[in-house]
């Protein structure tokens, strides 16, 4: 079965860490770029980051830029999102998400997770 | 910042056509793309590139364009097409910035 299967979320204090797991299966992951998304309670989809097939060029929200990092794991087909210094705002269902476009990225998703809750709070 | 601007709500009874609004300045330019959320599921790619719609999709939705509006189509609405529906779409004036609309959720009478 094709699928992405999220893990890692919990709850964490302000100012600590989180690593997020994703992993794939049912198709060559290697060969897609990879993306997270979070989404807040009550509030719409949010951008966060992405990752080239072979992991060597990443994009980042300005909001998460030198907090968050995304990595993978070909190797395992796994994606990781390591979150440090996380904030109350960073709370949310974090998804990861496959590239839709199959040649060149082209910043849409073609199949979800169906996400790990990251609760932010003292 | 760039925006996607979407009705917080859609009602219509079964069989009815429900139309959904998207409108963004940068759309006449970029794609836009729709994913179905449901509660306790995994978001689902609806439409993709303004119109297109990916394989297993029931040929009731679709999307259509028109300057800065786009708009998803269901026609002949069934009960479990009841759900959160996101448009996104992405702005590339500056830094490349990918954007989502605040969600619309379909209710179905």
């Known amino acids: 079965e094709v699928q992405l299967v999220e893990s890692g979320g919990g709850l964490v204090q302000p100012g600590g860490s989180l690593r997020l797991s994703c992993a794939a299966s049912?198709?060559?992951?290697?060969?897609?770029?990879m993306h997270w998304v979070r989404q807040a309670p009550g509030k719409g989809p949010e951008y966060v980051s992405a990752?080239?097939?072979?992991?060597?060029?990443?994009y980042y929200v300005n909001s998460v830029k030198g907090r968050f990092t995304i990595s993978r794991d070909n190797s395992k087909n796994t994606l990781y999102l390591q979150m440090d210094s996380l904030r109350i705002d960073d709370m949310a269902v974090y998804y990861c998400?496959?590239?839709?476009?199959?040649?060149?990225?082209?910043?849409?998703?073609?199949?979800w997770g169906r996400g790990t809750l990251v609760t932010v709070s003292s | 910042s760039y925006e996607l601007t979407q009705p917080p709500s859609v009602s219509v009874s079964p069989g009815q056509t429900a139309r959904i609004t998207c409108s963004g300045d940068?759309?006449?330019?970029?794609?836009a793309y729709w994913y179905q959320k449901k509660p306790g599921q995994a978001p689902v790619l609806v439409i993709y590139?303004?119109?297109g719609r990916p394989s297993g999709i029931p040929e009731r939705f679709s999307g259509s364009t028109s300057g800065t509006i786009v708009t998803l189509t269901i026609s002949g609405v069934q009960a479990e097409d009841e759900a959160d529906y996101y448009c996104?779409?992405?702005?590339?004036?500056?830094?490349?910035?990918?954007?989502f609309g605040g969600g619309t959720k379909l209710t179905v009478l």
């Open positions: 998400a496959r590239e839709g476009g199959h040649v060149n990225v082209e910043w849409y998703f073609d199949l």
């Open positions: 049912g198709f060559n992951f290697r060969t897609y770029a």
């Open positions: 990752i080239n097939s072979d992991g060597d060029s990443t």
């Open positions: 940068a759309l006449p330019d970029q794609y």
């Open positions: 590139q303004d119109t």
């Open positions: 996104q779409s992405a702005n590339s004036s500056g830094s490349y910035q990918v954007v």
